[in-house]
């Protein structure tokens, strides 16, 4: 059963280093700490990083969360560079978004069992909501999704401007905060041919989440969001309120 779960950017910005000496997104990044902390602090068996990916799969074995990928050597990283030791015998290779989940829990100092599992959007949403449920279905378990809004606002952006990328990502974060039944209905239901055209990392991710909270009630609350550098990142907790009923 889900317990709670951090929703946080998937920018290797949020990792220091990455844009040399500048100092970049410092307030995501503090809140996204904080937010995979609380992931930590919880009584959960295990935690489950979520995060899109060139393929569906989940990584085994011992993995090393380099963001050479990105295009940073690990020696220019500010911080050390984390093993995980994952279920399974192989030695994969995690996605940018991945490694930068495993920063963050290696920031806040996990000790649960881990899993970390990548999705695309070429998967359907009930395919995604399926896995949300069979992830949360052993036990306490804790989420770290990654992922973001459009990266196509404005002149700034890494990708071109798309003018419709600022009402999509508002209605997305405005559904995320408030969390209720008629929201998830709305996140559910999510154009996947708009977020690809919008280069919403996060669409994915988020149908995961969807499953794995399922029907239960959910308190959300937003630590931080920002359009800084032409993206839409957020960070968020979502716990679940079973008492609630």
């Known amino acids: 059963m889900l317990v709670v779960a951090a929703l946080v950017p998937d920018t290797a910005l949020l990792v220091p280093g990455t844009s040399g000496d500048a100092e970049v997104l410092v307030g995501l990044r503090t809140a996204a700490v904080s937010a995979v902390a609380e992931v930590v602090a ?21 993995v090393r969360p380099s ?22 015998s192989g030695q994969d290779v995690p996605s940018v978004p991945s490694a930068v989940g495993l920063h963050l829990l290696a920031r806040a100092r996990w000790r649960s069992r881990l899993r970390v599992v990548e999705v695309t959007g070429q998967q359907s949403a009930d395919a995604l909501a399926d896995l949300g449920r069979a992830l949360v ?12 809004g459009s990266g196509r606002h404005g002149p700034d952006a890494p990708l071109a401007d798309d003018p419709r990328a600022p009402d999509h990502d508002a209605r997305v974060l405005a559904d995320l905060a408030d969390a209720g039944p ?18 919403v990392r996060g669409w994915a991710p988020w149908q ?25 990142h957020a960070v968020l907790v979502w716990e679940l309120l079973r008492d609630a009923r």
Do not use: F, K, N
């Open 182 to 199: 008629e929201a998830r209905a709305r996140l559910a239901a999510d154009d996947p041919d708009l977020a690809d055209e919008l280069a």
């Open 42 to 62: 919880a009584d959960v068996a295990t935690i489950v990083v979520v995060a899109p990916g060139p393929a569906p799969r989940e990584l085994s074995g011992t």
């Open 137 to 148: 279905g052993d036990g306490p378990t804790g989420l770290v999704v990654v992922g973001s």
């Open 208 to 232: 995961v989440l969807l499953g794995a909270a399922g029907d239960e009630p959910v308190r959300a609350r937003v630590l931080a969001e920002s359009t800084e550098l032409g993206a839409q």
């Open 67 to 88: 963001l050479g990928a990105a295009g940073v050597p690990d020696d220019l990283l500010w911080w050390p560079v984390p093993t995980a030791t994952l279920p399974g």
